[in-house]
């Protein structure tokens, strides 16, 4: 029975959307009773919550949005019973011309000739709906509804349409979930990494380069730190680095499809009276690179990495910080191999990500993509790969959902979906089996058998992008890094004008050592430096006054506010080095 009634819970991904669904005609019945003037669109549930959007001769104000949550509650009381009905194509497009709402109507004229057209009544309430939804109005809790955002939004995503205002909605059966909910939404802003990496000067978005990060001092020391890790990650697990032109020309990006294909999202240019391109990505490279010495089946598995800067043409309405920017560094990597070293190799590089993930402190779910419709190459090769993918991970005692017929046309894949700390998800790593480049490449091998073979190959990436990466990891981390990550592990803080010359040389002997430190010897109250030095995030604040100098000791501050003590430099040093050596999180 416990069973049946999780079917009508939110730990029913279907009951939930439902449940969102519904909400969101019941923000436009509110809309509609206060303002009828207002016209209406569409209002789907989305992955968080739902939204609506209505053409508006006023702008939706955080007074009215307040006041249209108070007539949702109203609704949500009358416990309206939602009842579906059809008409014919004729009738319902003169029902709502009747009901003055043109968006609808172009809706109606746009369905296929055999579409059935269903409707949602819940009161005085009608909308175009294919639906599903709750039963009664009376369903959804009204204290648990948030209206928590209005946005601009073109109708039907369409720059040159007319411009609409999009009103955000969320809501849970219990008023604890939504309070939960809203205190998870105000700590993501606090951890928004657009606002931190101002905060903390790593990296900066300017007018002269939308959508083309600039990293600051500090953002390149994480950057380089980060990127210094992933080098040793790959070189112990057997990868060699390569790196291939950032502009290739025409007939390479034909070869490979993508000119057919992507060019709408690539930079193109002309040298020398030749169509080039600026590459989107490092794959075309990579075969090249393979193609440029022959190769026995002695060499593979052949694993080759490449932290290749690739630009893209991403719409200005879709860049988002790092998150979505038009040039990143991908941490491609190639493995070419026979189809009998398949299932290791995608066991390797599962077991990279544990590693690199599990140094972030970042769980993870696996998504497996299977064959889509329009796939190239033979469905044997196909099961075998999708068989290949399944056993390796289960193996390795790992469990997957499968998203049916969503795997590229060349081959199936492995998605690894993020869980950051506040249980936010975020795909980075992709495992990518490819069957089709390696033909359209002609790369070889000679086997065993002294005859040429085609190899197959995996693309894979562990971290996605490194910009997108540092975003995920900035607001995992609130900004506040593991002390191997830091750009700066520790800030000399001065009590007293006599104490510069020891903070500097302590400075100078943690440098020495291979640290990262600052001093701060502003001549201001030492309670300001240690604030200002946690609000950088710090891991470690050393003050010094007389009697440091007097004792060669540094006293030692967590910007967690624990007070370590005093202490030697060399001892101080040590705990560090255990910390950072360890990549503990702390």
């Known amino acids: 029975m416990a069973e049946e009634n999780k079917e009508y819970t939110f730990e029913n991904p279907e009951y939930r959307k439902t449940y969102w669904h519904t909400c969101s005609h019941v923000l436009a019945q509110a809309v509609k009773r206060l303002y009828p003037e207002v016209k209406l669109a569409i209002g789907p549930a989305i992955e968080e919550g739902f939204y609506y959007d209505m053409d508006s001769p006023f702008p939706f104000t955080p007074e009215i949005l307040e006041k249209i949550e108070g007539e949702m509650r109203k609704i949500c009381k009358e416990k309206l019973k ?91 059966p219990k008023k604890e979930e939504l309070d939960a909910y809203l205190a998870r939404i105000e700590e993501a802003k606090k951890r928004d990494h657009r606002k931190l990496g101002k905060e903390l000067g790593l990296f900066t978005l300017m007018d002269e380069g939308p959508g083309f990060p600039f990293f600051l001092p500090k953002g390149m020391v994480l950057r380089n730190t980060l990127i210094d890790y992933w080098r040793q990650v790959h070189k112990r697990y057997g990868y060699v680095e390569i790196s291939t032109p950032m502009i290739l020309n025409r007939k390479l990006w034909e070869r490979s499809g993508h000119w057919d294909h992507y060019k709408q999202n690539m930079y193109t240019t002309v040298i020398d009276e030749e169509d080039f391109a600026i590459k989107p990505m490092n794959c075309p490279g990579g075969m090249l690179v393979y193609k440029s010495e022959p190769h026995s089946y002695r060499d593979l598995p052949l694993r080759v990495g490449e932290l290749g800067l690739v630009h893209r043409h991403e719409l200005s309405g879709a860049l988002h910080g790092l998150f979505r920017v038009r040039c990143f560094t991908q941490d491609d990597a190639h493995i070419f191999m026979t189809w009998d070293q398949m299932k290791g190799e995608i066991k390797n590089v599962v077991k990279l990500f544990d590693e690199v993930y599990s140094v972030f402190g970042l769980s993870y779910e696996i998504e497996l993509s299977t064959m889509p419709e329009d796939h190239m190459g033979d469905e044997k090769d196909w099961n ?86 540092i975003g995920v990891i900035t607001e995992h981390f609130a900004g506040a890094f593991p002390a191997w990550l830091s750009p700066v592990q520790a800030k000399v803080l001065t009590v007293t004008g006599r104490a510069d010359d020891y903070a500097k040389e302590i400075a100078a002997a943690l440098d020495a050592r291979g640290f990262r430190p600052e001093v701060d010897d502003r001549n201001e109250k030492i309670g300001k430096k240690i604030r200002e030095a946690q609000l950088q995030k710090i891991p470690y604040m050393l003050v010094v006054g007389d009697r440091d100098i007097e004792n060669k000791t540094v006293s030692v501050r967590h910007r967690s506010g624990e007070d370590l003590g005093a202490m030697s430099l060399d001892a101080f040093a040590a705990l560090l080095k255990e910390e950072v050596d360890s990549r503990e999180i702390k």
């Open 82 to 172: 939602l009842e579906r009905f059809e008409l014919p194509r004729a009738e319902a497009l003169q029902f709502m011309e009747e009901k003055g709402e043109p968006y609808k109507v172009e809706l109606i004229n746009d369905l296929p000739a055999d579409a059935v057209i269903s409707f949602y009544r819940q009161g005085e309430f009608t909308d175009l709906c294919a639906g599903p939804h709750v039963d009664s109005t009376g369903r959804i809790k009204g204290n648990g509804i948030k209206l928590t955002a209005c946005n601009a939004a073109y109708w039907r995503g369409d720059s040159s349409r007319q411009t609409l205002q999009r009103i955000y909605g969320i809501a849970f």
């Open 384 to 469: 075998f790969a999708q068989e290949t993918l399944k056993e390796a991970i289960t193996e390795m005692g790992k469990t997957y959902v499968v998203n049916e017929g969503d795997g590229a046309f060349y081959g199936p894949k492995l998605d690894f979906h993020l869980a950051d700390s506040l249980g936010r998800t975020w795909q980075c790593g992709t495992i990518q089996l490819d069957m089709q480049l390696p033909e359209r490449f002609e790369l070889e091998y000679v086997g065993e058998d002294g005859a040429k073979h085609r190899p197959v190959m995996i693309h894979r990436v562990v971290l996605g992008s490194i910009e997108r990466f």
